[in-house]
């Protein structure tokens, strides 16, 4: 199963509220991160929480971490119409010498005008 | 999309037949990925490179090949097309180790007939 699972899976929302997905995992983690994709284009990386970090913002975008229960949200403040979009959580873990890199399946956010 | 570029962009193809993609940068990043995106599948990585002629692995490697002589082209090389490989194939790079921070290319969406 996947390492990193987004929920909701879809979720609906009006200009200017707020959105919260969350994402979780398995494993015990290197680091977090979270992407987005429009639709029909490539990935584009948001932001990136370390497993030693707990909260982390940019922009209107604050992202979180709970190692104990090894869990992030992801929160988008006063959206947009243009942050219509998917996004992604990817997780990055030690697996003997090597690091891997797992993907959720995302969630998809669309924004009301 | 941050100087990566992905040639075709869409592609129709006969199983069995060879089919090269490219992945053309120029941003000069060390890392360079492929991966193919696929509904219930989420983003699952083929091949990565960590620098010329330096390639290795990802968790679907079977049936592509890679090969980078160039810092700037990536080239992923399905050696006979099958049905399963139908999908949207993603570059992307990445100048930090450890599997993160990525940019992507627009997509290759690939079908075989």
């Known amino acids: 199963s996947q390492q990193g699972e987004e929920d909701p899976q879809a979720l609906s929302i009006q200009e200017g509220e707020n959105a919260t997905m969350n994402c979780s995992y398995k494993?015990?983690?290197?680091?977090l991160q979270w992407y987005r994709q429009n639709s029909g284009r490539g990935l584009v990386h948001l932001i990136l929480i370390r497993s030693n970090e707990r909260e982390k913002h940019s922009g209107r975008l604050r992202v979180t971490l709970d190692t104990s229960k090894k869990s992030s949200s992801l929160l988008i403040t006063a959206s947009r119409a243009a942050d219509t979009a998917s996004y992604f959580c990817a997780t990055v873990y030690n697996a003997g010498n090597n690091r891997k890199l797992i993907w959720g399946l995302g969630t998809s956010l669309a924004v009301n005008p | 999309d941050a100087g990566i570029t992905q040639s075709p962009r869409h592609k129709v193809t006969e199983t069995g037949t060879p089919v090269t993609l490219r992945c053309h940068q120029t941003?000069?990043?060390?890392?360079m990925y492929w991966y193919r995106q696929d509904p219930g599948h989420g983003l699952r990585l083929i091949h990565y490179s960590y620098g010329v002629k330096d390639t290795d692995k990802g968790e679907v490697s079977d049936g592509y090949s890679v090969s980078r002589s160039k810092t700037e082209d990536f080239l992923l090389t399905l050696e006979s097309a099958t049905s399963s490989q139908t999908s949207v194939y993603f570059c992307a790079i990445s100048d930090t180790g450890g599997l993160i921070e990525q940019y992507f290319g627009p997509g290759t969406r690939l079908t075989v007939t």
């Open positions: 494993t015990s983690i290197n680091n």
């Open positions: 941003e000069n990043h060390r890392y």
